[in-house]
């Protein structure tokens, strides 16, 4: 279901009104890391839009490496997500982490986005389908294409078409990146599949000052949108703050992108 074989054309995913993929606009989504506080997700909402995003990204439940690290907020985070979504108009993107989660994590978001972590969790790929809701599915931190593909057709096989891809980087020998964005799959994964490719830069390398190129470089490879961490003050972020790129460095990253955009 997923492959070009058994679909003509290219696909576009209906997020509550807004078009993604095909014969719709590059697709900016970006926001924190983690869901901190109504300042900190309202001020970051109000600045992605203003630069030009169309989806708020923002972690409410995190899969958190350590357990002493921030978990994030739960279900306050949540909250905040849909007050964010009225007050800004911006569609919502926010991650499930665990099937318990998904009805509720289904009514505060617009799209529910399948982790790394979790990209093989196939009895919650199915839950997730079931809900009907567009779905955003991470590659696995060593999986191959080929997995990557066959976890999107669960979803589809359980009677959800509203299906993006996302690569967001594996892991590899190197080490002057946290993953290593692997662009040469956002290109496989559009020639195999006739689903939207986003390309997650903020995760794919860890280092902030590395997102603006490799957002450049996704275009090429012909994704139709970005997932892009934004903080207020990533310094002070309670995770990943070394990956997110604050307001200034936001906008100048949508204006870098623009003459790319014009000319694809
Ligand atoms: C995230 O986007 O917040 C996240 C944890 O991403 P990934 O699943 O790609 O690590």
Not at 23 to 34: K, R, V, W
């Amino acid at each position: 279901l997923v492959s070009r074989e058994s679909h003509s054309g290219d696909t576009t995913v209906d997020v509550d009104g807004l078009k993604v993929g095909a014969n719709a606009p590059f697709c900016l989504m970006a926001g924190p890391c983690s869901v901190e506080s109504e300042e900190q997700l309202i001020s970051t909402a109000r600045a992605v839009k203003a630069a030009g995003a169309t989806i708020l990204r923002g972690g409410a439940f995190k899969p958190r490496t350590s357990p002493y690290e921030f978990q994030g907020l739960g279900s306050e985070g949540l909250r905040l997500l849909s007050l964010a979504k009225k007050e800004t108009g911006l569609k919502i993107i926010t991650e499930v982490l665990s099937e318990r989660h998904v009805d509720e994590v289904a009514s505060h978001t617009d799209i529910l986005q399948i982790g790394a972590r979790n990209s093989q969790n196939f009895q919650l790929l199915i839950e997730c389908a079931k809900t009907g809701k567009p779905i955003l599915l991470k590659r696995g931190l060593s999986q191959k294409i080929e997995e990557w593909l066959l976890g999107a057709e669960y979803l589809l096989a359980h009677g959800n078409n509203k299906v993006m891809f996302c690569e967001r980087g594996i892991r590899t020998f190197e080490t002057y990146t946290r993953n290593t964005l692997d662009l040469a799959a956002v290109a496989i994964a559009k020639k195999e599949s006739h689903l939207p490719v986003i390309v997650d830069p903020s995760q794919g390398c860890g280092r902030a000052d590395l997102v603006r190129m490799l957002c450049k470089g996704s275009v090429a490879m012909g994704a139709d949108g970005l997932l892009i961490e934004v903080h207020p003050h990533p310094a002070e972020a309670l995770s990943d703050g070394q990956q997110q790129v604050d307001f200034v460095g936001f906008q100048q990253l949508v204006k870098d992108l623009q003459p790319l955009l014009g000319a694809m």
